[in-house]
C-alpha cells in the first residue's frame, strides 16, 4: 500500500464519521453539533430550494427545524458515489431522507462538496438538497432512452 493509498482510506474513514456525525447530530436534534460538520462560509440548499449561507444561518435554521417541523425525525442515507478532485476536494452523492417512524424510500439526492480543514479533518463546504421525482424521471426515460445514467442502463 502506498502512502497515497494510506491517506485516502484515512481520508475516506474521516468521511464516512463525518457523515455519520451529521445522522447522529440530527437524531439528538443538536443543531449546533449538525452545524459543528459545516465550514464557517458553507452554502446549504434544502430541497425547496432555500439557500442558507454560512454555518450560524445553518445552525439557526435547524434549531427551529429541530424543534416544530422536524423533531422527532432520524437522518437515512445511502451513498451513491465519492470522488475526490485533488488531495483536499471530495464531492459525495447520497440519497437520504428524514425519516419519522418506520423506514421508507429515500426521496432525495444530496450532494456534498467536502474540503480538507488545515487540521486534516474534512468539513462540509456546499451541500445541495434535491427532491427526487420518480415518476417524471421515468417518463423522461421512456420517452427519450437515451437520458437515462448509464448506471441504470442493463447491458445484458
Known amino acids: 500500500m502506498t502512502t497515497d493509498d494510506h491517506d485516502r482510506v484515512a ?12 445522522v447522529e447530530a440530527w437524531g439528538e436534534g443538536d ?3 449538525y452545524g459543528s460538520v459545516f465550514a464557517e462560509d458553507a452554502s446549504y440548499i434544502t430541497f ?7 454555518r450560524t444561518d445553518i445552525v439557526r435554521s435547524h434549531q427551529a427545524l429541530f424543534a416544530k417541523l422536524l423533531k422527532g425525525t432520524r437522518l437515512s ?5 465519492r470522488r475526490y478532485y485533488g488531495p483536499d476536494t471530495a464531492v459525495v452523492t447520497t440519497r437520504g431522507d428524514t425519516i419519522k417512524g ?3 424510500p429515500l426521496t432525495k439526492v444530496q450532494t456534498y462538496t ?6 486534516g479533518d474534512w468539513q ?20 427519450a432512452s437515451e437520458t437515462m445514467p448509464a448506471a441504470l442502463r442493463r447491458t445484458d
Open 124 to 143: 462540509v463546504a456546499a451541500f445541495h438538497n434535491t427532491a427526487r421525482q420518480s415518476i417524471k424521471e421515468r417518463m423522461s426515460f421512456r420517452l
Open 114 to 119: 467536502l474540503v480538507r480543514r488545515e487540521d
Open 11 to 22: 481520508d475516506n474513514q474521516r468521511i464516512t464519521e463525518l457523515l455519520d456525525a451529521l
Open 77 to 81: 442515507y445511502e451513498e451513491i458515489d
Open 102 to 104: 418506520k423506514a421508507k
Open 31 to 33: 443543531a449546533a453539533a
Open 48 to 54: 425547496v430550494g432555500t439557500v442558507y449561507q454560512g
